[in-house]
C-alpha cells in the first residue's frame, strides 16, 4: 500500500479546495516530506505545505442478547495538503 491511501471528500474539504487545500487519508509511518512527494508524483502539481494530524477512533457500542459490546474504531492519519498558487487538483478526471 502507498502513502496516499484516500482522498477526502467531504463537504468542508470541498469548501477548502476554493483555498487550494486538499486533504487525504496517509499512512501512518508516513511524514510530511514523503506525503508532499507522493502527491507531487500523483497528481503532478507542487506542494507548498502540508499538515498532519491524527484522528482518533470512535467508539461503537452494540446492544446484543448478551449484553452490551464495545468496539474502537483503529486511529488514522489525515494531511492537508496546500498547493502552489494557479493549481488544482480534480479528483473526478483521476479516477
Do not use: C, H
Amino acid at each position: 500500500m502507498g502513502i496516499l491511501i484516500q482522498p477526502l471528500l467531504t463537504e468542508k474539504m470541498t469548501e477548502l479546495a476554493a483555498t487550494r487545500q486538499y486533504a487525504f487519508r496517509v499512512d501512518q509511518a508516513a511524514n510530511k516530506i514523503e506525503i508532499a512527494r507522493a502527491v507531487e508524483k500523483k497528481f503532478n502539481v507542487n506542494v507548498t505545505s502540508v499538515r498532519t494530524l491524527i484522528v482518533k477512533g470512535k467508539i461503537k457500542t452494540q446492544l446484543t442478547r448478551r449484553g452490551r459490546v464495545e468496539g474502537r474504531k483503529g486511529d488514522w492519519k489525515k494531511a492537508i495538503v496546500t498547493l502552489k498558487d494557479g493549481q488544482t487538483i480534480d479528483f473526478l478526471a483521476t479516477v
